[in-house]
């Protein structure tokens, strides 16, 4: 196998040379950095990254650990995560918590020894109660809604703004008995909670009460429970003309329970998800959504767990970033 010398020698520069030209140093002449490159591709060279960063005290490998994998949400996330590493020169390990609070944990304080240079930490069991628990020497980036003002760069939706925005937009096409199916309302955290939040808000804005029989509350933000609660509403008498779902999976069981139960959308019941996971624009009708622009969070959430592991971004003062939003209107509200 050749080394970085025999590539030095057939050009004719030295062994410094050619390092900068591998590792891209922009003040080596175009012409030295081509003669560089031949003599690499002529003698097969290849650069030994496991070598290079085990010298740097480094994997080249992140971690990614979220609640479940198989939603279409977390396949979205995950997926430009990877492609956001990718361009730092780094590898994604995707681990699963279960939505558990000590795995979640565990995620933390193991992920050194799993040989990760950093951890991005989706979370939904963990909240305030655990910051201490952030406070470990290897950089951490939270994504999720539980974990503000903590000791680990933060990315996180504009749950209430965003929901808010959504319940205003049936609102604007004439609904007025407007259900949201949510999870549990665990207190301010959470994201069935922030968007529970925002809905409420934009009732009040429209000087509409909030009903408590127009919450609808699942178990598990699943299709399956979903569409069961759904149709167990619908056959009990329950009167809406809009249903804002707190997110895209639960607003395809709630799609499946309407057609199951005789009810049009968007002709008697308009309907709006959140998340603008792929599969919501070919579901029949299409589904109006959020779109909280899944892939600028993962480029800041990787851009800053690159620059902690680089030791070159911020100082020790950590950063908060609540991604934007847009409203994409299909044919579940008419669009």
């Given at each position: 196998m050749a080394t970085i010398q025999d590539v030095a020698k057939a050009a004719g520069v030295s062994a410094m040379t050619v390092s900068n030209v591998i590792n891209g140093h922009p003040h080596v002449r175009p012409a030295t950095?081509?003669?560089?490159?031949?003599?690499?591709?002529?003698?097969?060279?290849?650069?030994?990254?496991?070598?290079?960063?085990?010298?740097?005290?480094?994997?080249?490998?992140?971690?990614?650990?979220?609640?479940?994998?198989?939603?279409?949400?977390?396949?979205?996330l995950a997926a430009s995560l990877i492609t956001?590493?990718?361009?730092?020169?780094?590898?994604?390990?995707?681990?699963q918590t279960g939505a558990r609070r000590e795995?979640?944990?565990a995620a933390v304080s193991l992920s050194r020894n799993r040989l990760y240079d950093g951890l991005i930490l989706s979370t939904v069991g963990m909240d305030r109660a655990d910051l201490e628990a952030l406070e470990v020497d290897h950089p951490v980036v939270i994504l999720g809604e539980r974990v503000f003002g903590g000791p680990?760069?933060?990315?996180?939706?504009?749950?209430e703004a965003a929901s808010e925005a959504a319940t205003?937009?049936?609102?604007?096409?004439?609904?007025?008995r407007i259900a949201v199916v949510c999870g549990r309302l665990d207190g301010e955290v959470g994201v069935s909670s922030r968007r529970h939040a925002g809905y409420l808000r934009a009732l009040a804005a429209a000087g509409?009460?909030?009903d408590p029989d127009l919450v609808v509350t699942v178990e598990s933000l699943t299709m399956g429970e979903a569409a069961r609660r759904m149709r167990e509403k619908v056959t009990g008498g329950l009167d809406v003309d809009g249903v804002f779902c707190v997110t895209d999976t639960v607003a395809m069981g709630?799609?499946?329970?309407?057609?199951?139960?005789?009810?049009?959308?968007?002709?008697?019941?308009?309907?709006?998800?959140?998340?603008?996971v792929d599969e919501s624009a070919y579901l029949v009708p299409s589904l109006s959504t959020v779109d909280p622009d899944h892939d600028l969070m993962a480029d800041r959430a990787v851009a800053l767990l690159a620059a902690r592991i680089d030791r070159s971004g911020p100082g020790q003062e950590r950063e908060e970033f609540v991604s934007p939003f847009r409203l994409v209107v299909r044919e579940s509200t008419g669009g």
């Open positions: 950095r081509e003669r560089v490159l031949e003599a690499m591709t002529r003698l097969d060279y290849r650069v030994n990254v496991a070598a290079r960063n085990l010298r740097k005290g480094r994997t080249g490998t992140i971690g990614l650990a979220v609640p479940e994998i198989n939603r279409p949400y977390y396949g979205r956001a590493a990718g361009r730092h020169g780094l590898r994604v390990s995707i681990e795995s979640e944990l680990a760069d933060h990315v996180a939706m504009p749950n205003r937009h049936l609102l604007e096409r004439g609904c007025r509409l009460p909030a709630v799609l499946r329970a309407l057609a199951d139960t005789g009810v049009r959308v968007p002709e008697q019941v308009r309907v709006i998800g959140f998340d603008n």
